[in-house]
């Protein structure tokens, strides 16, 4: 049976939620507690598949593209690029996320020894994680592309592979299947969780921990037309065109319900954008979130726009200067919010 969705504890403030449109989801009603501008003035700066191969294959080609490096295998799949400052930026995403959810790798409850499947591993932090804290698992982490590291735990291991095709390894096979930040750009979701479904053993657990696109705010600070969720809501029709959902977190729930998982359970954590909240650990974590999107920004924009809007570099860059210029505004405390949904394979 499905539970509500859980907001995780924060500091209570006293201020009023703020509207926000129908389609998002509102994150709960715990508000984070805005730190004083003298207390935080130190943070803030002015700017601030049935193809299957191993990494040391020939699929270590690239695609290039406005000075971006991207995927060549099944290229065209992912909009996003996978160069070193991508590289860079999905590691402080990490970061942030263990440190915004107090070390916690995950949430479905894990037993010793476990066969583990990570979806899009990108750089395969999470993975190496997983391998230390267990030690007695087999942790094999997929993507699209070859860039993780060779050096990593002797229970871990990385493969070429596109979640989205069948997959090799038989029924029930793993004990636990995480996916982090793809559900945005998995084109059949559903077919995936079918495939989840078949190949995780009764009993087994399938996790996804995503983030939420769109900025939410407490307190009133953030303008009603604010040009971070302007560009969020841009970025949506472009991933639109390459049907993408960048939304899709706000479905997961009923799709994990739909594919046959049960004891599915929902929580939900608020994470500022900006140092600007009074709590030290989420203060830490909002500098770890405005850094991340910064960082993002033209590597987001430069493939999906360009592809699926038919903007040009110039046109782009052009406009990020205005979404740069509301990231970095001090006075709006607002807040993403990271949902991590999980359930559970029947155990008959």
Sequence with gaps: MSSPAKAESLEQGGAQKSASPASQQDPGDNTIEAAGDDEDAGYYTDTASTVSTSVSSSVRDYAFENGRRYHKFREGTYQFP?????????????????????????????????????????????????????????????????????????????????????????????????????????????????????????????????????????????????????????????????????????????????????NIEERVVKIPIGPWAKDKKLKTAGMYCRAMVEDGLEGLSLGPMSRGLGWSPEEIQVYLVGVRKALMDRSVHAYMSYHAIYGQKPLS
Excluded at 96 to 122: E, F, K, W
Excluded at 190 to 216: D, M, N
């Design 82 to 262: 996978n160069d070193e400052p991508e590289q860079a930026r999905e590691d402080m995403k990490h970061a942030m996320l263990v440190n915004v959810c107090d070390g916690r790798l995950h949430y479905a409850p894990l037993g010793n020894s476990q066969q583990i499947l990570d979806l899009g591993t990108g750089t395969g932090i999470w993975c190496m994680d997983m391998g230390d804290e267990y030690s007695d698992s087999t942790v094999l982490g997929i993507d699209l592309s070859p860039i993780q590291p060779i050096w990593v735990p002797p229970n871990v291991k990385f493969m070429v592979d596109d979640f989205e095709s069948p997959w090799l390894h038989g029924d029930e096979y793993f004990d636990y299947v995480h996916a982090r930040n793809v559900a945005p750009v998995t084109k059949d979701l559903p077919k995936v969780l079918s495939e989840a479904y078949r190949s995780i053993k009764p009993g087994g657990w399938i996790e996804f921990q995503e983030q939420q696109y769109h900025a939410f705010c407490d307190d009133d600070t953030m303008p009603e037309h604010y040009m971070l969720n302007e560009w969020w809501e841009n970025l949506r029709k472009a991933l639109a065109e390459f049907g993408r959902d960048l939304q899709a977190v706000l479905k997961m729930e009923q799709l994990l319900r739909d594919a046959g998982f049960v």
